[in-house]
T-cell receptor
Framework: DTAVSQTPKYLVTQMGNDKSIKCEQN?????MYWYKQDSKKFLKIMFS???????INETVPNRFSPKSPDKAHLNLHINSLELGDSAVYFC????????????????FGPGTRLTVL | QQQVKQSPQSLIVQKGGISIINCAYE??????FPWYQQFPGKGPALLIA?????SEKKEGRFTISFNKSAKQFSLHIMDSQPGDSATYFC???????????FGSGTRLLVRP
């Protein structure tokens, strides 16, 4: 009964390759997010989708492209991978604002550790 | 103005002691202040959260103290246990923005 799942858990690849990370949530939430956690554990939001619409797009290289085929899925595609992309990427989800005051609680997936060689 | 500053970076506490982690913010529009706990190899999970209309919220051994005038909030872990050893993140957001701004994290080690 996993709430937010990500695949793969580990991803090792060469510089210049293109890779995707998949995320699925079974919580019925309206909003999904991608975060990047660097080697110093700093956690920064990259993107957010609400009902399949992009609502947050932080300063992220356009090599990163999120795609939300439906409310339960938010995938992250990364083109031309660079050494600096090595990090742990977390997917998260939360309810929409109509539900309750705690709508902002974000449920995180287990993370995908990306290593670019 | 969007930053949340967290200290200390790391903290070592003896079992049974009190762990205190502090955060400060600039943006007075923030109105939701959660704390997340992250164990190694796992995603962060919500521990406790507070809105600025109260000065304190307690859930079990975990308490958030909130000082609106000073724009500071802190997490207190009473009777700290080795199982509390984790990285703790404070965060802040404006309700309608969906965007959580995280502090830099505090690595807590509770010695047996």
């Amino acid at each position: 009964d996993t709430a937010v799942s990500q695949t793969p858990k580990y991803l090792v690849t060469q510089m210049g390759n293109d890779k995707s990370i998949k995320c699925e949530q079974n919580l019925g939430h309206d909003t999904m997010y991608w975060y990047k956690q660097d080697s110093k554990k700093f956690l920064k939001i990259m993107f957010s989708y609400n009902n399949k619409e992009l609502i947050i797009n932080e300063t992220v290289p356009n090599r990163f492209s999120p795609k939300s085929p439906d409310k339960a899925h938010l995938n992250l595609h990364i083109n031309s991978l660079e050494l600096g992309d090595s990090a742990v990427y977390f997917c998260a989800s939360s309810q929409g604002p109509e539900r309750s005051w705690s709508y902002n609680e974000q449920f995180f997936g287990p993370g995908t550790r990306l290593t670019v060689l | 103005q969007q930053q949340v500053k967290q200290s200390p970076q790391s903290l070592i506490v003896q079992k049974g002691g009190i762990s205190i982690i502090n955060c400060a913010y600039e943006n007075t529009a923030f109105d939701y202040f959660p704390w997340y706990q992250q164990f190694p190899g796992k995603g962060p999970a919500l521990l406790i959260a507070i809105r600025p209309d109260v000065s304190e919220k307690k859930e079990g051994r975990f308490t958030i103290s909130f000082n609106k005038s000073a724009k500071q909030f802190s997490l207190h872990i009473m009777d700290s246990q080795p199982g509390d050893s984790a990285t703790y993140f404070c965060a802040a957001s404006i309700d309608s923005s969906y965007k959580l701004i995280f502090g830099s994290g505090t690595r807590l080690l509770v010695r047996p």
